[in-house]
């Protein structure tokens, strides 16, 4: 999506299909520079090697299950750290095993944290994790605000299906 919600390219996959394979294939329309801002199913080892390869970014909020300790790696602030990922021992079912093969064996990431506060509901703590390293090219504010965007293209994917009538539509395949 861009910005104003103008649908630019899309990718269709069956039903149930694993949104790393969908990110895999998202991978080959990703320009030098570009940042991909995802969700917690994208913050792997692997997609983010591969974008740093590429020569692209991320943004993206770390997986629940991934523990974070802020009082590792190189601090920059309270809660920015750097970090390094290592390579995982086992290849996902759906890359090639060549290629996984040629994956560095760690890659440096930046992991930050903020505060969500709303009224009338508790504080929400999110953890990002990012290519963008530059802690005064990309503050925290700014690396949370591009994360909100996201949830705004979920919004226009919910006005688009609502316009043409697939907002009730079910299928399996």
């Not at 320009?31 to 969700?39: E, H, N, P, Q, Y």
């Not at 290629?99 to 505060?115: K, N, T």
Request: some cysteine; hydrophobic content about 40%.
């Amino acid at each position: 999506f861009h910005r104003s919600g103008l649908l630019v390219e899309m990718l269709v996959n069956p039903l149930y299909t694993n949104e790393a394979r969908v990110a895999h294939q998202l991978l080959g329309h990703l320009r030098r520079g570009d940042v991909l801002v995802g969700d917690r199913a994208f913050a792997s080892y692997v997609i983010l090697a591969m974008l740093t390869i590429r020569g692209a970014h991320a943004v993206m909020r770390e997986h629940q299950r991934r523990a974070t300790d802020f009082r590792c790696g190189r601090r920059i602030a309270r809660d920015d750290r750097i970090i390094e990922r290592p390579k995982p021992s086992r290849c996902p079912s759906w890359l090639d095993a060549a290629e996984f093969a040629r994956l560095p064996d760690r890659i440096v990431l930046r992991q930050v944290r903020y505060s969500i506060t709303q009224n009338g509901y508790r504080t929400q703590k999110v953890v990002l994790v990012t290519t963008l390293l530059d802690a005064d090219e990309y503050p925290i504010n700014e690396l949370a605000s591009l994360y909100v965007d996201r949830w705004e293209a979920d919004l226009c994917f919910r006005h688009l299906k609502h316009t043409i009538r697939m907002d009730v539509l079910r299928c399996k395949t």
